[in-house]
């Protein structure tokens, strides 16, 4: 099995660290995208139930105001219940009444129609019954309504919810009282003298402002505004029907939307829900007249901006791990150019080549390192020489030792099986056993040299 490389190894750890930390940096990211992501979506849905519920607010805000108004003064110009039964009183304060009507349906452009009702049983006999403006067909128009007579007063829905509950009040939206289609938003607040009930104010808004407003809401792609009454009946919804029960099939999103507990901006959610078959996150506030506006978007869109910036992040986070990695490996690669260079180096001198040239590049560390390595490769190329004449030459006459005399016949062998020509000389020195024995053995080299 081939041994990895320290090059090889170098690189691979580096990759690996490059990787781990990019695959760390993107499931932080990712986790902070995805959270981010949830806490802007339920800001946005947050926010905008909020600012819309606000707009509509100052609407219905505006229309109580101007009741309210209207109603204190009425109190104030009736000091007893039985000046009403007055005919001259009773004229005179229809009279103040009716210029006072003028001016609060003036103030409140939304208004549709302002009417003042009493009680036909404090009034004088055959008396009208109050005081009606309703808007032309100018904006700014209005012409009185002759009042209703004593029976029709008696039987009005609205007088009956004022003596049951004896309180300002709204109520649902509904057609307006001469019959038309228009359909209006009735606040009515109980008007009293010396703790009597003696009539009420009404004051009617144009639905099709608040109907038209709702419309053009748009949450995201698709996203929509739902406006419901307290038992969750519909009376505004892009595809369902008015009147139609929103919770029938969904009895747990009634209870997040109306149990739920509200933000500090009035809002109740976001909640997770299942619509019609697709998932959606919704936010819902309770308005002052007891309507519930609902804030409704599909998770898929929410979530497909999320998708889109968590594949910019992985592709971010992807392409700048390879950056790196192509970087650091290079610096690697000419970080290690010395050591290859010393290990081919040590390679060579291992197999008997001592003839290397290595330069001292690179860190201080490794620089000191080349040289060594440069000065031992020298040192042993001298001493290999040495060694190398002390084993095939003679050090006393220089000739040829008995391993170069082996190495020469191995030699002429193969000249001779080439057929190559070749002589041989033989010296021999006479007498050298008596030198040595008679004269000693340095008479001997002596003798030989």
């Not at 971010?316 to 990695?325: E, K, S």
Request: glycine share 6%.
């Amino acid at each position: 099995m081939r041994k990895r490389t320290l090059s090889h190894t170098l690189q691979l750890l580096i990759a690996l660290t490059i990787l781990s930390t990019a695959s760390i940096i993107g499931f932080i990211a990712g986790s902070q995208l995805n959270s981010s992501v949830n806490r802007g979506s339920e800001r946005i849905l947050s926010s905008t139930c909020s600012e819309l519920g606000q707009t509509i607010e100052n609407q219905l805000q505006q229309t109580q105001q101007a009741a309210q108004t209207l109603a204190d003064y009425v109190t104030r110009s009736i000091p007893a219940p039985s000046l009403l039964q007055d005919p001259k009183f009773y004229a005179e304060l229809r009279k103040d009444l009716d210029e006072m009507v003028s001016l609060t349906v003036t103030a409140t452009p939304e208004t549709t129609e302002c009417a003042i009702h009493f009680d036909p049983d404090l009034l004088p006999e055959d008396a009208a019954c109050g005081i009606v403006q309703k808007r032309g067909p100018s904006s700014a128009q209005f012409f009185p309504v002759v009042s209703k007579n004593i029976n029709a007063i008696r039987d009005n829905e609205d007088w009956r919810d004022i003596i049951n509950v004896q309180m300002p009040l709204w109520q649902a939206p509904h057609a307006d009282t001469a019959g038309e289609r228009q359909i209006v938003l009735s606040y009515l607040v109980p008007v009293f003298s010396d703790r009597i009930l003696v009539g009420y104010v009404s004051i009617d808004t144009d639905y099709d402002v608040l109907d038209q407003r709702l419309a053009d809401i748009k949450v995201y792609d698709t996203g929509y505004a739902v406006l419901t009454d307290a038992n969750g009946a519909v009376i505004h919804h892009p595809s369902i029907k008015s009147g139609t029960i929103l919770y029938d099939d969904n009895p747990e999103l009634a209870r997040k939307l109306l149990d739920g507990k509200p933000n500090r901006m009035g809002v109740t959610g976001p909640v997770s829900a299942k619509v019609h078959g697709v998932d959606k996150l919704l936010a819902s506030t309770t308005l002052s007249n007891g309507l519930v506006l609902i804030l409704a978007a599909p998770k898929r869109e929410i979530f497909q901006r999320r998708d889109t910036m968590a594949f910019l992040v992985i592709f971010t986070v992807v392409l700048t791990a390879l950056f790196f990695l192509i970087v650091t490996t290079m610096i690697a690669s000419r970080l290690l150019q010395p050591l290859n260079a010393l290990q081919k180096a040590a390679a060579r001198i291992a197999g008997g080549d001592f003839d290397v040239h290595l330069a001292a590049t690179g860190g201080a560390e490794i620089a000191t390192l080349t040289r060594s390595v440069q000065q031992m490769a020298e040192r042993l190329h001298g001493y290999v020489n040495y060694l190398g004449a002390q084993t095939y030459r003679d050090v006393l006459t220089g000739a040829g030792a008995p391993r170069a005399y082996e190495r020469e016949v191995t030699y002429r062998k193969d000249m001779v099986s080439r057929g190559e020509p070749f002589s041989v000389i033989f010296f021999d020195v006479n007498h050298l056993k008596q030198v040595n024995d008679h004269f000693g053995h340095e008479a001997g080299d002596t003798y030989l040299q």
